[in-house]
């Protein structure tokens, strides 16, 4: 399939800062993430802890918070994970689905995707 960057930017609850960043598009994660010391500049808090398990096949407990990330000319509040410095942040899953946005994996592009009511 192959990865893709895009454009992510990053703000607290309160939208007063936004961050930019380079990030990956990964629908394999559920959650978007970015470094904890980039959260905490923005006033993000992380409410709780989970675990996660990563590909390396290593699980974690890792803070979680709630943060609005826009891509693509389109808001979402979302959950956010701490992750460690120096990381890469990434787009998630449910940033995605929040954002009505699917992938093009082909053409490595997002594209919007109606909504369902049943």
């Known amino acids: 399939m192959g990865t893709f960057n895009i454009e992510l930017e990053i703000a607290g ?4 800062s936004w961050r930019k960043m380079d990030a990956p598009v990964d629908t394999g994660a559920s959650i978007t993430a970015a470094p904890a010391s980039v959260l905490r500049e923005l006033g ?3 409410e709780s802890r989970q ?5 390396q096949g290593e699980t ?5 918070g709630y943060a609005w ?3 693509e000319s389109r808001e979402v509040l979302t959950q956010v994970l ?3 410095e120096g990381t890469l942040p990434l787009l998630g899953a449910r940033a995605l689905e929040g954002a009505y946005m699917g992938v093009d994996h082909v053409a490595k592009r997002l594209l919007p995707v109606p ?3 049943g």
């Not at 609850?13 to 007063?16: A, T, V």
Request: net charge neutral.
């Open 69 to 71: 990330v826009r891509f």
């Open 60 to 64: 974690r407990a890792m803070g979680i």
């Open 13 to 16: 609850q309160d939208r007063g």
């Open 51 to 55: 675990l996660f398990r990563f590909a």
């Open 44 to 46: 993000v808090d992380p």
């Open 115 to 117: 909504g369902l009511m």
């Open 82 to 84: 701490f992750d460690d």
